[in-house]
């Protein structure tokens, strides 16, 4: 079985602050592997996802991910911090080639940017 | 397109009463699925659809709870005789599934809140 581990349920930084989420996964065989941003009373938006093609992987809003797979680790990443990125912040897991794609989250981070 | 809608966005009712949610998908997308999220957790998977085929089940699945997509389009949610356990955000996806990495992709509704007096 897949899952993933969000180390930090709760991340303050400062604006204009590096911002760091850590994702790690655990899979007999490397997945596919996700990040979502959920706004409060909203639905998940796919922030960046990890396909096997590139391991670093850029997604929108400034966030990029690093696929690292001898610490089986995803970790998201943004230079700068703005208030618009507070938010909850979700890795996830996903087979390859089966199990219908459906995702495994983790429990999620709550990033907070302060002034 | 509008992506993906769910109705009602919020639902209160008492223990013991039936309750129904729709999810509308993205028109072309043949993929459907339903994921749970309480409080303080991340989403978990309940079912999914392919067309009009219920492929998985999740144990989380109870026998209260059923799931259809009669036409391959849009989908419902039904949860009878609720518990307070059941108050949670069920979320519903969609995407592409025929097959290639650039499809697997889900959008996400907003989401139905529901809370089980």
């Known amino acids: 079985a897949q899952s993933v581990t969000q180390l930090g349920s709760h991340v303050s930084v400062s604006e204009g602050a590096l911002v760091l989420l850590r994702c790690n996964y655990s899979?007999?065989?490397?997945?596919?592997l996700f990040w979502y941003v959920q706004y409060p009373n909203q639905g998940l938006q796919l922030l960046l996802k990890y396909t096997s093609a590139a391991t670093l992987v850029k997604g929108i809003n400034g966030f990029e991910a690093e696929f690292k797979k001898s610490e089986t680790s995803f970790h998201l990443t943004k230079p700068s911090a703005h208030m618009s990125d507070a938010a909850e912040y979700f890795c996830a897991v996903s087979p390859i080639g089966g199990g219908g794609n459906k995702l495994t989250f983790g429990t999620g981070t709550q990033l907070k940017v302060e002034l | 397109d509008t992506g993906v809608s769910q109705d009602p966005r919020h639902k209160i009712t008492k223990r013991g009463q039936n309750v129904t949610f729709r999810c509308d998908p993205i028109?072309?997308?043949?993929?459907l699925y339903w994921y749970r999220q309480t409080l303080g957790q991340g989403p978990e998977f309940l079912t999914y659809?392919?067309?009009?085929?219920?492929?998985?089940k999740s144990r989380l699945l109870s026998d209260r709870f059923s799931a259809e997509r009669p036409k391959g389009s849009f989908s419902t949610l039904e949860i009878q005789r609720t518990e307070q356990g059941d108050s949670a955000m069920y979320l519903c996806?969609?995407?592409?599934?025929?097959?290639?990495?650039?499809?697997?992709?889900?959008?996400f509704g907003p989401g139905t809140r529901l809370t089980v007096l």
């Open positions: 899979s007999s065989v490397p997945p596919y």
């Open positions: 659809f392919q067309n009009e085929a219920q492929l998985e």
């Open positions: 996806a969609s995407s592409l599934g025929s097959g290639g990495v650039g499809l697997n992709e889900q959008f």
């Open positions: 028109s072309e997308h043949n993929r």
